[in-house]
């Protein structure tokens, strides 16, 4: 079945780490996202990348680094300059350019600062 | 700048009960609009998605409708389930000239009780 695949599903990470998200999606999707989700908001766009070798940064995107070096795959970094990263992340991807198809998600990893 | 406001944020019914979940934006040129459904501790499960030119979509018990010129629309549940129990989220999609923005509104959650 095509979809979303996010790992781990629980991270924790200790102060002044980096870690990495992993997202791949086999949906043949041009364009991933990712997403914060805290209690009691909105989601917050962190990054998004069109097309390969190529991505914007979202609303919230300092402490944050990405790659998109093949059209499958679109890890995130938390870097220790995320002053806050205990959240519960999403990858996403659309159909065309720009999302206009509606999104798809991943299942979701939640990490923990310790 | 796009806000979406999701009314009620939490709402208890009986099953079998007939309701509507109301998603409010304030910029009414979108250019599509998306509900969703959160499970806790999960990733998103788009339901429905309505492109602005179309009035309403359904599936099955689900169906959406939108009217942009007053930036409103609802999500009407028919013969509520305790499945159906979960958070619904709305997101707006429009077009600006520095690439889409898909806002999220912060959610209705749904229990539905025996």
């Known amino acids: 079945d095509g979809g979303i695949t996010q790992s781990p599903k629980y991270l924790f990470r200790k102060e002044g780490q980096n870690v990495t998200l992993s997202c791949e999606q086999n949906l043949n999707h041009d364009a991933m996202y990712w997403y914060r989700q805290d209690p009691g908001q909105g989601l917050r766009l962190i990054y998004y990348?069109?097309?390969?070798?190529?991505?914007q940064k979202g609303d919230i995107a300092e402490g944050y680094s990405v790659s998109r070096e093949k059209k499958e795959s679109f890890p995130l970094t938390v870097t220790s300059a995320q002053k806050n990263p205990t959240a519960f992340y999403l990858c996403?991807?659309?159909?065309?350019?720009?999302?206009?198809?509606?999104?798809?998600f991943g299942s979701g990893t939640r990490l923990t600062v310790v | 700048k796009q806000e979406v406001t999701q009314i009620p944020a939490a709402l208890s019914v009986p099953e079998g009960e007939n309701l509507v979940l109301n998603c409010s934006f304030t910029d009414s040129a979108i250019y599509n609009l998306q509900w969703f459904r959160q499970d806790p501790g999960k990733g998103l499960t788009s339901l429905l998605l309505?492109?602005?030119?179309?009035r309403e979509q359904t599936s099955g018990r689900l169906n959406a409708s939108l009217d942009k010129s007053s930036g409103r629309s609802t999500l009407y549940i028919a013969a509520s389930q305790p499945g159906d129990s979960a958070t619904y989220l709305c997101a707006v999609m429009i077009l600006t000239g520095g690439g889409n923005k898909l806002t999220f509104g912060t959610g209705t959650q749904l229990k539905v009780e025996l």
């Open positions: 309505i492109q602005s030119s179309q």
């Open positions: 996403a991807s659309s159909i065309r350019p720009q999302g206009l198809g509606g999104y798809t």
């Open positions: 990348s069109q097309i390969v070798n190529d991505f």
